[in-house]
């Protein structure tokens, strides 16, 4: 083989193996490019990702921080509504002369009650709310019967009423209040044995009751606020039955008493 063709051999040789030498790195130079480039794309993807993350939290935080403004812009405007709780105790000294039934042969005693009325409120118009109260009552009294033997009674009371407030705005978060409420209730009271629990229903009665009230509010923040009130005058007409000496009696009575300042009642109410 002449020298000639040898070189020319040897030079197409080694032209084919560089030339793959180059291609292999060709390759490889490509394959470290498109996983560069997949790695700028996976870390634009995520950081568009955690821009909607971001996006969706700040959407929801601005929804939450609206709704709050917006009750606390619309608490007492028409069309919304009012979540109403408050809780009174009264309690009263009595003299009874009468001695025809046997619930009444106490001649003195002393007589407290615990109210509890839940409510709720739409405002029809601005600073006025109508709405629907049910009533629970619990009485408990002690004292002495005409022979001067201790004793012990108490009562239960439940009903549904309407009531109607209308706010007189004195501030950014005081409020003053009128407060009507009219109820129907139904109720019984019974006796104690001394020194134990046997409890004897004497009277079931079903009362028509009326009152209005004055108060004043305070706002712990823009939808919650504290309230005390006392009632002006109350109404009540009641009709009880029960077991006399002679047997079975009912009577109706009617009360219309002045009670400002007599008693008062805390509550809270919730806007929204």
């Known amino acids: 083989m002449a020298r000639s063709q040898l070189i020319d051999i040897t030079t197409e040789l080694h032209d084919k193996f560089f030339a793959r030498r180059r291609s292999w790195h060709f390759f490889r130079r490509e394959i470290q490019r498109f996983r560069l480039w997949g790695g700028h794309i996976r870390d634009h993807l995520g950081r568009q990702l955690f821009s909607l993350k971001e996006m969706k939290r700040q959407l929801l935080a601005l929804v939450f921080c609206l709704s709050f403004w917006s009750a606390a812009h619309a608490q007492l405007q028409k069309g919304s509504w009012m979540a109403d709780g408050q809780v009174g105790l009264s309690s009263n000294n009595q003299d009874n002369e009468s001695t025809n039934a046997s619930w009444r042969y106490a001649t003195s005693d002393h007589r407290n009650q615990l109210t509890l009325s839940p409510g709720i409120g739409y405002f029809i118009q601005d600073n006025l709310a109508l709405g ?104 009540q007409e009641r009709k009880v039955t029960g077991e006399a000496v002679e047997g079975t009696y009912s009577h109706t009575h009617t009360t219309l008493s002045a009670r400002l300042f007599s008693s008062f009642q805390i509550g809270a109410s919730f806007f929204f």
């Open 132 to 235: 629907l109260s049910p009533v629970f009552t619990y009485g408990w009294s002690t004292g002495q019967s005409g022979q001067n033997d201790p004793f012990r009674g108490n009562s239960f009371g439940y009903g549904i009423g309407l009531f109607s407030r209308k706010y007189i705005p004195a501030g950014e978060k005081v409020s003053f209040f009128g407060d009507l409420q009219i109820a129907d209730v139904w109720g019984n009271s019974g006796w104690l044995e001394t020194g134990g629990s046997d409890r004897t229903v004497l009277t079931r009665s079903r009362s028509f009751e009326g009152s209005a009230s004055i108060g004043i509010q305070y706002l712990i923040t823009d939808f919650f606020g504290l309230h005390l009130q006392s009632p002006v005058v109350s109404f």
